[in-house]
């Protein structure tokens, strides 16, 4: 499985960006959709989780009322909202899935390339 971010870019504090997500094969179902995002010189945190049996969503504590995510399992994609945005967002923002062949048990984990958000005060 493949995926492909795209919706990064320059934007000044308070404006929004979206973020998208496609996974790409065949023969898999999806476990989860998740996205992450790295800060120079920090650690990459976990910023929104979609739970693709019940289609839970859940966003990091410090970003609900910003920041939501969203998905399409049908058609394999996911998305990230990004409102009112603030210079700490700055990071590179990946995808991330989980998924399984059918009839398979195992759960495996695709990132994307990382898309880079960068916002100026």
């Known amino acids: 499985v493949q995926l492909q971010a795209s919706g990064g870019g320059l934007v000044q504090a308070g404006g929004s960006l979206r973020l998208s997500c496609a996974a790409s094969g065949s023969g898999f179902t999806i476990e989860a959709m998740n996205w992450y995002r790295q800060a120079p010189g920090k650690q990459r945190e976990s910023v929104a989780t979609s739970s693709g049996g019940d289609i839970r969503n859940y966003v990091a504590d410090s970003l609900q009322g910003r920041f939501t995510i969203s998905t399409d399992y049908a058609k394999k994609m996911m998305y990230l909202q990004m409102n009112d945005l603030k210079p700490e967002d700055t990071a590179v923002y990946f995808c991330?899935?989980?998924?399984?062949?059918?009839?398979?048990?195992?759960?495996?984990?695709?990132w994307g390339q990382g898309t880079q958000v960068t916002v100026s005060s």
């Open positions: 991330n899935v989980r998924w399984r062949y059918y009839g398979r048990t195992f759960v495996r984990e695709s």
